[in-house]
Nanobody
Framework: QRQFVESGGGWVQPGGSLRLSCAAS????????IGWYRQALGKQRELVAW???????SYSDSVQGRFTISRDNAKNTLYFEMNNLKPEDTAVYYC?????????WGQGTKVTVSS
């Protein structure tokens, strides 16, 4: 893989949960700080959480306390556990290094939160 590959999105009702996954090749994943980004329709892409190689984490105010980022370095995989989802979380979610590298953007995975 020459870029990140996201999966796990879907439709969920407000208050529901989803778990996103993001896979990459070891040469991308190893030693990298990686973030989850999202882009809502008509808005700029924003960083909502990121994790260091040693699993220190940081979150935007909008997701703090509801979402959890984690990584499995042996599997070169990043995760995003999203709980208590809100309609304003509707977006396409991407992973990339932090700071992001343009060549590594994948297709993203779409999350829709509505009743």
């Amino acid at each position: 893989q020459r870029q990140f590959v996201e999966s796990g999105g879907g439709w969920v009702q407000p208050g529901g949960s989803l778990r996103l996954s993001c896979a990459a090749s070891s040469n991308i994943f190893y030693g990298s700080h990686i973030g989850w980004y999202r882009q809502a329709l008509g808005k700029q892409r924003e960083l909502v959480a990121w994790i260091t190689w040693h699993s220190d984490t940081s979150y935007s105010d909008s997701v703090q306390g509801r979402f959890t980022i984690s990584r499995d370095n042996a599997k070169n995989t990043l995760y995003f556990e999203m709980n208590n989802l809100k309609p304003e979380d509707t977006a396409v979610y991407y992973c990339n290094t932090r700071p992001p590298l343009s060549r590594l953007w994948g297709q993203g995975t779409k999350v829709t939160v509505s009743s």
